[in-house]
């Protein structure tokens, strides 16, 4: 109680805080009822405090003379409120020891749904309270409820239904913090190129063994008599580049980009790419409702970003599973030289830590990036936020001095 202490030695009445020298008894009940309602009604966000046995003047002169006797019920007091203010509120009556005084502490809570009113008619006379009417203190003074008042309270009650609290943004990728990896393009094995060496490898082998049969004196139709023109079967089987004759090969080496591009695409976003998200920590207690996420990563020279999922062509019993995965990947479009990523998240629960991506996001850092940090922006939606929560993150660039192979 050492807030109450505080309290009777050096505050002044003020918003949240009344004084009384005397108890309040059932001929006045209806002040009881009407200071109870005010303090209610009041635009604090502190708890508020009659605290009963004293009447200062000023900090030195504090008007210290305690109760007489035994407080009041609590209860009795309780009932009065129960009966008598809406919507309900609580209240607690306790005594005090203050040196050789005994205080009385009526403490109000639960003020949360304002205005506080009238239940029904109290009292007779001057002091009688009527059904449907409100007070509200301000400062020292208490007054009837306004229109203005009222505007408050449905302002505050619309605010109160959104998130307030604070969210926290990281963005992980390859178990780093707001970090990225750097590979070089150059030395990367790309599938193509692979393909592209063998051909050449093969190829070059054929050419000399043609020539060594004309040198020989052979035609040169013996050498592709174990070779057959390469035929792809309606079924998906081929012959491999061993098996198929020059000109095929010729021909194959002309288009070798092009045939395997589907694997130089998932060469860089599967296996070379830094795999991506962000972290969304809500730090309130409260669910963020039905929440998105944009984010707008700068589409810098050096960075890259995959706008789907590719399958891995030379596994054919993948493609269905990775066909389901690309339906959960963020949508990913390009607008005023920025990646614009896109992602429903669902309700995110309080305290706790979330994927805005269902799926990570396939980002290529290249060593040729001239930008060793950079800003990434987001923003989160949620239907019980009012505006966007809008945070930047700084990224910094890392190099790795082997890759994968």
């Known amino acids: 109680m050492e807030e109450i202490n505080e309290l009777i030695l050096f505050e002044n009445e003020n918003t949240r805080l009344d004084f009384k020298r005397d108890e309040y008894r059932k001929e006045n009940y209806s002040s009881f009822l009407k200071d109870v309602i005010s303090m209610s009604n009041a635009n604090s966000k502190e708890d508020r405090y009659i605290l009963i046995g004293l009447k200062p003047k000023s ?33 607690d009556y306790l005594p005090y020891k203050h040196e050789k005084y005994l205080i009385g502490v009526l403490k109000i809570s639960n003020y949360n749904n304002p205005p506080y009113l009238m239940k029904k008619d109290y009292g007779n006379g001057k002091n009688k309270l009527y059904r449907g009417e409100g007070f509200i203190r301000k400062g020292t003074h208490q007054t009837r409820l306004t229109r203005k008042d009222y505007d408050r309270f449905t302002k505050q009650k619309n605010d109160d239904k959104y998130f307030k609290d604070e969210v926290e943004f990281t963005f992980v990728t390859n178990d780093l913090t707001n970090e990225i990896l750097l590979k070089s393009i150059d030395d990367i094995k790309w599938p193509s190129q692979i393909k592209k060496e063998k051909i050449q490898r093969i190829l070059k082998e054929k050419r000399e063994k043609a020539d060594s049969y004309e040198k020989l004196g052979l035609p040169s139709n013996l050498l592709l008599t174990n070779e057959i023109s390469w035929i792809s079967s309606p079924f998906g089987g081929s012959k491999s580049y061993e098996q198929r004759d020059i000109p095929t090969l010729e021909k194959n080496l002309e288009n070798v980009e092009e045939t395997y591009q589907d694997h130089d695409y998932y060469e860089i976003s599967e296996n070379q790419s830094n795999k991506c998200n962000i972290i969304i920590h809500n730090k309130g207690y409260t669910y963020i409702e039905d929440a998105s996420i944009i984010v707008k990563i700068p589409k810098l020279k050096g960075l890259y970003i995959a706008e789907k999922i590719y399958n891995d062509p ?8 990775n066909l389901l995965s690309s339906n959960n990947y963020p949508k990913i479009t390009i607008k005023d030289n920025f990646y614009i990523i896109e992602s429903s998240i669902g309700n995110i629960k309080h305290q706790k830590k979330q994927d805005a991506f269902n799926l990570e996001i396939r980002v290529f850092a290249d060593t040729e990036l001239e930008n060793k940090e950079f800003n990434i922006f987001c923003e989160l939606y949620a239907k019980n936020i009012k505006v966007s929560i809008q945070k930047e993150l700084l990224i910094c660039t890392k190099n790795k001095l082997r890759i994968k192979d």
Request: aromatic share 2%; glycine share 8%.
């Open 314 to 321: 030379d596994n054919n019993s993948v493609i269905k599973e």
């Open 59 to 91: 900090e030195d002169e504090r008007g210290l003379i305690g109760i007489q006797g035994e407080l009041t019920d609590s209860a009795i007091l309780q009932q009065l409120v129960y009966e008598n203010i809406e919507p309900e509120i609580s209240l």
